[in-house]
C-alpha cells in the first residue's frame, strides 16, 4: 500500500529525504512539511523513519498533488547513493543494490527487469513508495544515460508495479 512502510524498522538514508528539499523553490515550506512529521536537522549519513518520511509525503501530494512527488523522484538521483552502472541496463540490473544502499530494515521490497529491448526495459518492482514518486525516480535514473527517456506505468496491484522505460 502506497506512503506505508513493510515495516515500521524500515529507514531511509538523509541523502534520500534532501532529494525532498531540493525538489521546492520553497525550502522553508519542505522542511516544516517534515518536521511536522519528526524529520529536522536532515544530515547526509543520518537515518530516518522510513514511515515519517511517507507521511510528510502524503501531506505534500494532498497540499500540492502527484506531480510533485514525481519531481521527488526526479532529484534522487543528484543526492542519493547509486550503483554505478556503464549503460542503462546495468544500472536498472543493479537498481536492487541502489535501493538497499539508501534503505535499511527493508527485506520485502525488491526491484527487477522483466524485459528488454533495443530502447526500453520494463521493469518490475515491490515497494511502498508512490506509483508518481517511482516513475520520477525511473525517469531521473534513465535520463542519465538517454536525455528523453520517459517512463510510464504498464501495471499497478498494490504495492507490485510494472514501469516502461523508453528512449
Same mark, same amino acid.
Do not use: C
Given at each position: =500500500?502506497?506512503?506505508?512502510?513493510?515495516?515500521?524498522? $524500515?529507514?531511509?538514508?538523509?541523502?534520500?529525504?534532501?532529494?525532498?528539499?531540493?525538489? /521546492?523553490?520553497?525550502?522553508?515550506?519542505?522542511?516544516?512539511?517534515?518536521?511536522?512529521?519528526?524529520? #529536522?536537522?536532515?544530515?547526509?549519513?543520518?537515518?530516518?523513519?522510513?514511515?515519517?518520511?511517507?507521511?510528510?509525503?502524503?501531506?505534500? #501530494?494532498? @497540499?500540492? %498533488? %502527484?506531480? =510533485?512527488?514525481?519531481?521527488?523522484?526526479?532529484? !534522487? $538521483?543528484?543526492?542519493?547513493?547509486?550503483?554505478?552502472?556503464?549503460? !542503462?541496463?546495468?544500472?536498472?540490473? +543493479?537498481? %536492487?543494490?541502489?535501493?538497499? =544502499?539508501?534503505? *535499511? %530494515?527493508?527485506?520485502?521490497?525488491?526491484?527487477?527487469?522483466?524485459?528488454?529491448?533495443?530502447?526500453?526495459? @520494463?521493469?518490475?518492482?515491490?515497494?511502498?513508495?508512490?506509483?508518481? /514518486?517511482?516513475?520520477?525516480?525511473? #525517469?531521473?535514473?534513465? +535520463?542519465?544515460?538517454?536525455?528523453?527517456?520517459? $517512463?510510464?506505468?504498464?501495471?499497478?496491484?498494490?504495492?507490485? *508495479?510494472?514501469?516502461?522505460?523508453?528512449?
Amino acid at each position: =500500500m502506497e506512503f506505508k512502510a513493510f515495516s515500521e524498522n $524500515v529507514q531511509v538514508i538523509g541523502e534520500v529525504i534532501a532529494s525532498f528539499v531540493n525538489a /521546492f523553490g520553497q525550502k522553508d515550506l519542505a522542511q516544516k512539511i517534515l518536521a511536522k512529521h519528526g524529520i #529536522e536537522n536532515i544530515q547526509n549519513g543520518q537515518w530516518y523513519s522510513q514511515q515519517n518520511y511517507f507521511n510528510a509525503m502524503k501531506e505534500l #501530494e494532498q @497540499i500540492i %498533488g %502527484g506531480l =510533485m512527488l514525481t519531481k521527488i523522484g526526479t532529484k !534522487i $538521483v543528484e543526492s542519493a547513493k547509486l550503483q554505478g552502472a556503464g549503460n !542503462i541496463f546495468d544500472f536498472f540490473d +543493479k537498481i %536492487g543494490v541502489s535501493y538497499n =544502499m539508501n534503505h *535499511r %530494515g527493508d527485506t520485502l521490497s525488491y526491484y527487477k527487469v522483466i524485459e528488454k529491448g533495443d530502447n526500453y526495459l @520494463i521493469i518490475e518492482t515491490n515497494n511502498p513508495y508512490p506509483d508518481s /514518486f517511482d516513475r520520477g525516480l525511473y #525517469e531521473g535514473f534513465a +535520463k542519465q544515460f538517454h536525455p528523453h527517456a520517459a $517512463v510510464s506505468t504498464v501495471k499497478k496491484e498494490n504495492d507490485l *508495479r510494472q514501469y516502461r522505460v523508453k528512449w
